[in-house]
C-alpha cells in the first residue's frame, strides 16, 4: 500500500504540541480523504473517518518502532506524522537545493553558500574538492530526503 500525502499546508507558527497542518491522503494514487491537526496536543482527524481505520489497519500490518526500552505500535497518526516530515522535508530540501549545493561526508550534511546559476555550476565544477561522500543535488529526492532525515 503506497500512502502520500499531497496538498500539505502547514503552520509552523501555529504548532505548539502537535504540528498545525492540513493534507490530503492518497492511497495507491487514489485520493481518499483529508487529515489536519489544529496544533494544540490532540489527535488527527481524519475525513472521511474510514480513513483512519485503513491506515491503523496498514499500521498494524508494520514493524513497531523501537526505542531505548520502549515499543511503539505505527497508527494512523505515527504514519501521518512521518509522511508529514518526509514532506516538510522535500520541501524544505527542495529550497535549499534550488541555490546550493547539499552534500554529505562522515554521516553529516553539508551546504555551500548561495551559488549563482547552480546549474552551470553543477554541470562544469569538479565536485571532488567538496570530498563529499554523496552530492544530494545529484541523487533522486526520494533518496536525497533520505539521507537529509537520517
Do not use: W
Request: contains cysteine.
Amino acid at each position: 500500500m503506497k500512502i502520500e500525502l499531497k496538498n500539505v499546508k502547514y503552520a509552523a507558527f501555529a504548532s505548539q504540541e502537535t504540528s498545525c497542518f492540513e493534507a490530503t491522503v492518497y492511497i495507491d494514487g487514489q485520493r481518499t480523504g483529508t487529515v489536519a491537526n489544529d496544533g494544540h496536543g490532540g489527535s488527527n482527524r481524519y475525513h472521511p473517518y474510514a480513513l483512519q481505520k485503513i491506515l491503523d489497519g496498514h499500521g498494524a500490518t508494520l514493524p513497531p518502532h523501537i526505542g531505548d526500552g520502549f515499543s511503539l505500535s505505527i497508527d494512523a497518526d505515527i504514519l501521518i506524522g512521518e509522511l508529514l516530515n518526509i514532506a516538510l522535508a522535500k520541501k524544505e530540501l527542495t529550497r535549499l537545493m534550488s541555490k546550493r549545493v547539499l552534500f554529505s561526508r562522515d554521516g553529516k550534511i553539508y551546504q555551500t553558500g548561495v551559488i549563482p546559476n547552480l546549474r552551470e555550476y553543477l554541470a562544469s565544477t569538479d565536485l571532488k574538492k567538496l570530498q563529499a561522500d554523496v552530492v544530494l543535488n545529484l541523487e533522486p529526492i526520494e533518496s536525497a530526503i533520505e539521507l537529509y532525515l537520517a
